[in-house]
């Protein structure tokens, strides 16, 4: 068998010796009644951003092979707000792809991620998933490039404190225990995601740490691996259940919330994107950030304000969204600057022979550059909408791409200073700012929906439902509100703790 698939901690990859984009539905059928599986669960993003599920039992081969083919109804006016009730009964069909087994479960039970039909039997426009979709074909049909993503989601995990070797506050940054209390909470959560099919990089510590009325407050990452778009998202929405579902099993909380108190590290949901051709990656062209990356960059620029509709869908999102919290407020982009909206992380280009360097036994090995050049886009937080975030990330790209002066977009908005800091201010000031509130992002939305709406990928339904919802927190001038009662800064934090 394939060194990849015997040493794959997937179980499905493992004994059907294939790539999940290949798994069939004879093979899902076989894997269940050779393990017998006795529950199938359907699952499937709703509105809130959380997954939905349906279970079925597994009886006989007559009703398993009904349920893989055919799916089952749901109300969809329950499940997406813009959804009439009169007109709401949606179809769920499973993609097999996403099958994997339920660690959690104590009845053997395999879990798959569902697409939304309409009683026509077509995708359903308005639906996350399809939506995504729908943006990267649109993508490839204009520009001849694939599209590729990755997150680093951010959590907290919230205890009881101890006060046995507290960590200093906001220093949390890649600790090790003892000062970091729940790196084996963090590895076990990495262990089941990747078992469920997630392709992590790493996890870490983060930096912010604190404690709160007798609760610690420790700030954790994971980060996945480059992957096509549509994976992407189906692996962060796995991962975010899976933490919560696991912390519950520990006896902990834990958070995506933007931002819990003021002075204090908000969560935020940084995307790193990458355009391909076919293996190859179109991002390094003779040692520097090719024009290709340039141009989607100036695509992400004109579209920056705009996408805070999607990544950013809460009123405390916008206390994340302020100067010196490493978390941008500027429209501009810089090489591994963490005050920039899109930052260019270290890609392996410096060609020195650093592995020799650190193990000289190593010297005359010749290694390849890795291809691992991304851009991240910093402003989503853990209130993100993940599907359409990227969706509408990879409607930003293309636009760069249609943008005649994509270029000089792209020089303008560069640059290689701390934007904060008081000798940039004249920088500072020559730069767009993002939104402020939710309010604001509606309206940027509302302005710029032509962008997101063209080659029908966004439909008006989706935009208008969206708009409607941000401006429905009535937050336009929650700032001046806030100095005024500071109480409610911890009220709202309350209200969206569990939000995406």
Same mark, same amino acid.
């Given at each position: ?120 039997? !077509? ?5 996350? @998933?399809? %939506? ?16 590729? #993503? ?61 404690? !709160?009325? =007798? ?45 819990? %108190? ?6 935020? !949901? ?25 141009? #989607?960059? #100036? ?26 919290? @490493? ?74 791409? @249609? ?6 977009? #792209? ?28 309010? @604001? ?20 339904? !989706?935009?208008? =439902? %969206? ?32 939000? =995406?």
């Amino acid at each position: 068998m394939n060194k990849y698939f015997e040493y794959n901690i997937n179980p499905l990859i493992c004994y059907l010796g294939k790539a999940p984009s290949e798994f069939t539905k004879k093979d899902i059928i076989d894997f269940v009644i050779k393990n017998e599986i006795r529950i199938i669960n359907f699952r499937y993003a709703a509105n809130d951003g959380r997954l939905k599920t349906l279970n079925f039992p597994v009886t006989n081969y007559q009703y398993l092979d009904s349920i893989l083919s055919y799916g089952e109804r749901v109300d969809g006016s329950s499940l997406f707000p813009y959804i009439e009730a009169g007109s709401s009964d949606l179809y769920v069909i499973p993609r097999f792809s996403t099958a994997y087994i339920d660690p959690f479960a104590e009845i053997p039970t395999l879990g798959l991620l569902c697409t939304y039909f309409t009683k026509d039997g !077509l995708p359903l426009e308005t639906s996350p @998933e399809y %939506t995504l979709k729908k943006a990267h074909q649109a993508f490839q049909q204009k520009t001849g490039f694939r599209f590729e #993503a990755m997150g680093e989601l951010e959590f907290y995990v919230i205890d009881n404190d101890d006060r046995m070797f507290p960590t200093r506050d906001q220093r949390g940054y890649h600790e090790s225990t003892p000062f970091t209390k729940y790196e084996s909470f963090r590895t076990d959560a990495m262990r089941l995601i990747a078992q469920a099919g997630g392709n992590i990089k790493y996890g870490h510590s983060e930096v912010g740490n604190f404690t !709160l009325d =007798g609760k610690i407050y420790e700030q954790n990452e994971i980060e996945f691996l480059v992957n096509p778009v549509e994976s992407a998202a189906d692996q962060l929405l796995m991962a975010k259940w899976i933490l919560r579902t696991l912390a519950y099993q520990y006896g902990l909380d834990i958070t995506f919330s933007p931002k819990i %108190t003021e002075g204090k590290a908000g969560s935020g !949901l940084h995307f790193h994107t990458r355009i391909m051709k076919g293996n190859q990656s179109m991002m390094i062209e003779d040692g520097r950030l090719s024009n290709i990356a340039r141009t #989607a960059i #100036a695509g992400y620029m004109k579209c920056a304000s705009s996408l805070t509709a999607f990544g950013n869908t809460n009123p405390t999102s916008y206390f994340r969204l302020v100067p010196h919290q @490493e978390a941008p407020t500027s429209i501009c982009w810089g090489d591994r600057n963490r005050s920039v909206l899109v930052r260019v992380p270290l890609g392996w280009t410096a060609g020195s022979d650093m592995l020799s360097i650190a193990n000289p036994l190593e010297i005359g090995e010749k290694l390849e550059a890795p291809d691992k050049q991304t851009v991240e886009m910093r402003s989503p937080d853990g209130s993100a909408d993940i599907y359409n975030m990227l969706a509408g990330l990879v409607v930003a790209a293309r636009t760069g791409f @249609e943008m005649p002066d994509a270029l000089q977009v #792209a020089e303008s908005t560069y640059v290689d200073v701390n934007i904060h800091d008081k000798k940039n201010e004249a920088k500072l000031n020559s730069l767009e700012q993002l939104p402020s509130s939710c309010h @604001e992002s509606a309206l940027q939305l509302e302005k710029n929906r032509a962008l997101f709406e063209a080659c029908g990928i966004f439909s008006p339904a !989706l935009i208008d =439902g %969206t708009i409607a919802q941000l401006k429905g927190y009535n937050d336009e001038h929650i700032r001046e509100e806030i100095k005024k009662n500071p109480s409610m800064m911890m009220e709202l934090v309350n209200k969206y703790y569990h939000c =995406g």
